[in-house]
Each structure stands twice: as C-alpha cells, then as structure tokens.
C-alpha cells in the first residue's frame, strides 16, 4: 500500500524499536503444521475477554493522514484507509496485532485439499453486517469477483491472480464468472481454487482488498458511511473527522473495548502535535511537528516492512533495460541515502528465511557509458528529454537534482516535473514522465506483496515493467513452496535491480505517538498496521495511599 506519511529523514536521540516479523517468515520456517497449510495464531491471552474494570473508558480520539479518504475498499491503496479499514471491514482472517500472523476472523474453520490447491472455509454463523444482514460466502464471492471486474479501475485486482481463472477473468479474457475459482457453495460455506499452492494465503487474506460486500454496496456511488462487517461502522463523516461507533451485532462484540472512535485526518503536522499535547488525541499515526510535541514520551520508532525508491518506466527506449543499468551506475548513492535513517540496497526489507542479494550500493560510469554505446546510444547522442517527477518536497527536490546532474553527464537531457501531492499518486498512473517515486508498505506478510506489484499484467506497475525473464521467474515461484521459492523471489528481485527497473533509497521507519502505559492491544509491527479491534484503555491504578478520582 503507498503511504501518505511524508518522509522521516532523521531521528536524533530516538530508540529504534525491534519489531517480530513472524509472518514473514514464510513456508519452510517451521510454521507449517504437518498437512502443509500455514498456521493460525491465536490471540495473545490478554484479549480473551472483557475487562469491565475499564468500562468507563471507552471513547478514543486518533490522528490519521488526510488526503482523500476512500472507503470503498475496492478502490483504496493508502495506508491511511488500510488502517481504517481495520475497524470497518473483516475479511476470512485478520491480523495478529502483535506478530502480524492470520487469526481466523470472518471465518470459524478451514480445510485444504490433499494437492494444497483447494481451499474450503466456513463462514461464522452468528456473523452479521451492522444492519443485521447476515455474513454470507456470497458476499466474499460477489466482492472479489467485483475486484476482478475489468471495467473498474481496481488497484489491487492482480491480487488475486492466484486464484485459479481470475486473471483471465480481470484481463476480459473470458466473460463467465464461473470459470473462476471462487465458488459460495452455501450460505456458510466459501470454496477457493487456487492455480497452485500458496502456504501464505491466510495472511493475504488479511489484506482489505478480500474483504466481504453487503450486496447493497456492489454498485453502490455513495460509500460515505457503508454496509459493513467490521467491528465498528461509521456513524459520522465531515472535512477532517471520520466518526465510528462500535457495532454490537458484531459476531466478536464482547471482545471489543471501544465504543466510539474519532479520527482526526490532517497533514498538518502542527495541528497533530496540537492535538497530542491538549490530550484530545491518544495515539497520532500521521505526520506530526516532532519538536511542538510537549510530552515526547510517547514517540515510538520500530522498522517497516516499506521501502522508499525511485523506479524507471519501461517505456520508449527505456524498455532497453541496458539503458535503465546505465542510469543506475552512474547516480551517486551514498549522497542519495545519506539523509536517511535506513538506507536500502534492495527492494525488499531483509526478512527471515529470504536470500541475501547483492543490491544497489556503488556506481562504475565506465559500464554505463558502455551500456549506453551497446544498446546505440553513445555518449547519450539520440535518447529523448527524461522527466523526473517528484513531489514539492526538499528531500525530493534534493534527490532529483542529484539524479539528474549524474544523467546529464551522460549526455542525457533532463527535466524535473514537480506535481502537488494531492495529485501525484494519480499522476503516476499517466505516460508523461520516465522516472517516479514512492514508498511501499507490504500489504501481507510477504516478499510476493512487493514482487507482483512489477509484473506484466498488474493494476500496480506503475514503472510499467515488462520483462519476460521476470515473467517466468515469478510464474516458477507460483509453484514452489519453502526455500525453493524463496529462492526464485530473490533471483526475481535481482532483476530488478540489476535491470534498473527499481532504485532503492531507504527502508521506511513507522513513526506514532502513543502511551502504552495507558493504551493497551497496540503494539510496534513491521507493517505499522493496528487493528483497533483490540484497543483498551488500561486500568487505573492510583497509588498506594492516594484515593482514586
């Protein structure tokens, strides 16, 4: 998912966090229990009931990024919504909120087949919509078949690729919904084939995009307090100040603290510090003045499974991705990273189990300059104006103009494209530039959340890369499990790299503000996502002698 959060350069005097990347670990760690599938964590043993001792504190104020906030889960991509979407939407499984692994959720029960590639879950009985309407397997089927619809502008539709027809189905290269692996076979029971097996499809299941619709919503235009199944709903909505309400129909309603959220959405960064420092709001998950903060005893810091980088188009001569290695030799890393807390050589965060790779870490003009003379371009003669499009950021501004120095010494025309941030993300969507950026939080616990994103086919390849020995590699991982596959991710990541297709700049740190001495069920992950489902507030303790209030 890309972040609203705007780039954390430094963090002077600030403890960085160690966070469990436990779901991360994947296939062949040993979390596979004997017949193959992955397994399901349960909760930590804190949240398996209520605490009535802390019944009269039940309302939490929040700070989160503003921008356009779209509730049509269908169609987001912020982390922003992703965390919103914790409280209004529960897919199969959700996650873990202290080791990211799945929880059965929507879900009491699955099977898998003997060949791994079907997989049969059981939708809760007593799981309802906040109007009453029961949970059905038809809202899982008609949601993601709606994901998959080729006529919508759906991000995350090549998601579900693995799932067996889907891509030809989002592709429009058949039109029967029946040839597609998704089958309700009762109001209770959802069947999925998958082209291959997948030990980590529980925890992409985890991911908002496979979230159930109430029928009502599937064409719906106005999303602005939707029919949800989560452990909250929206009860209110202006500029600036989302409103949820606990909902007590929901099938886990004992287990839920809160009974109302306010969500504060600004990018003032002032008015954040503002609203920690009069005590309105107890956890700020957006960006915030730092120094404005009058309490700093709540800042918390840990590594993200996100990643900071620049990529190049596919497009024009740039397909030539001789010419896209030349561009990456020749920029000057170490000036690049060098503000930053976190650099990174590679795409994806180093996670257990996966391959070390040898990433982009130093430059030999040389080999580009005979790269360029190879693929016909000497000395840079004949390749068109390269437009770098960035943000109205310093830090953007200070990296571009790095980048281009080092490409007009090639001989190479450059010009910068600074677009507001409100439409940048938009703009990356459009064939007018060569080179743009982000910052990516894996949307699973998995490195296939950063590797898809760049194939052939995706809603999400953005760089437009086309490559068919990326291809083959990422169709070969469809089929292994384990090591083996882990393998094959690496090698495709390599590519990458080695392909100039992405330009790593820094691993992304999570920044909030939150007391955990009062605030418990939050805790610091790698994928900085928190479901407010198990937020409380903890018990008043005064001191020995001291009367309580």
Known sequence: MKTT???????????????????????????????GGRKIFTLPEQYAETRPDIADRTEL????????????????????????????????????????????????????????????????????????????????????LSMLNPSREIPYSSLFDIIEGARDYRLGKTADPSTVGIIARSDTVLVVRLNA????????????????????????????????????????????????TKNELYWDAERVSLKKITLRLTDDDEESAALWNSGEARWIAGSVDLAALSDRSGIMVNPMFATHYY??????????????????????????????????????????????????????????????????????????????????????????????????????????DVVPYSRYFESLKAADYNVGSTTWIGDFADPYTFLQMWRRDSNLNDARNDDEDYEALMERSMYEEGEARFDTLAEAEQLLLDRGAVLPVSFSPALN??????????????????????????????LPGVAGL
Not at 87 to 113: C, D, H, I, K, R
């Open 513 to 542: 503000i939150i007391d955990t001495d009062e605030i418990e069920g939050w805790f610091p992950n790698a994928m900085d996502i928190h479901p407010f489902k198990y937020f409380r507030f903890k018990a008043f303790k005064p």
């Open 197 to 244: 097996p997948a030990s980590f499809f529980p925890s992409m299941l985890c991911h908002h995009s496979f979230s159930p619709i109430h029928l009502s919503m599937l064409d719906a235009g106005d999303w602005s307090a939707p029919v949800s199944n989560g452990p909250f709903y929206v009860t209110g909505r202006d500029e600036g100040t989302l409103t949820l």
């Open 311 to 416: 990529y190049i188009r596919s497009a024009g001569p740039w397909k030539d991705h001789r010419l896209r290695r030349a561009l990456s030799l020749v920029l000057p890393w170490d000036e690049i990273r060098g503000n930053y807390y976190l650099p990174a050589k590679t795409l994806i965060y180093p996670i257990s189990g996966y391959p070390e790779i040898a990433g982009i870490g130093s430059g030999d003009e040389e080999e580009a300059m005979n790269l360029l003379e190879e693929a016909g371009y000497p000395r840079g003669v004949g390749l068109p104006e390269l437009v770098i499009r960035i943000t109205p950021s310093e830090d953007q501004d200070r990296i571009a103009k790095l980048m281009a120095s080092a490409w007009m010494k090639l001989g190479i025309p450059v010009k910068l």
């Open 61 to 144: 104020t929040a700070v989160l990024s503003g921008g356009g906030l779209e509730l049509d889960f269908r169609k987001s991509y912020l982390a922003s919504e992703a965390q919103i979407f914790t409280a209004l939407y529960e897919g199969l499984f959700s996650y873990n909120p202290f080791t990211l692994e799945p929880v059965l959720a929507a879900a009491s029960s699955w099977q898998l087949s003997e060949d791994k590639k079907v997989w049969t879950f059981t939708i809760r009985q007593n799981a309802r919509f906040w109007n009453g309407d029961p949970l059905r397997a038809e809202n899982f089927r008609a949601a993601w």
């Open 5 to 35: 959060v705007k780039q954390i350069l430094f963090f002077a005097g600030l403890v960085l966090l160690p966070v469990s990347l436990g779901a991360q670990a994947g296939p062949g760690t040993g979390n596979n229990p004997p017949d």
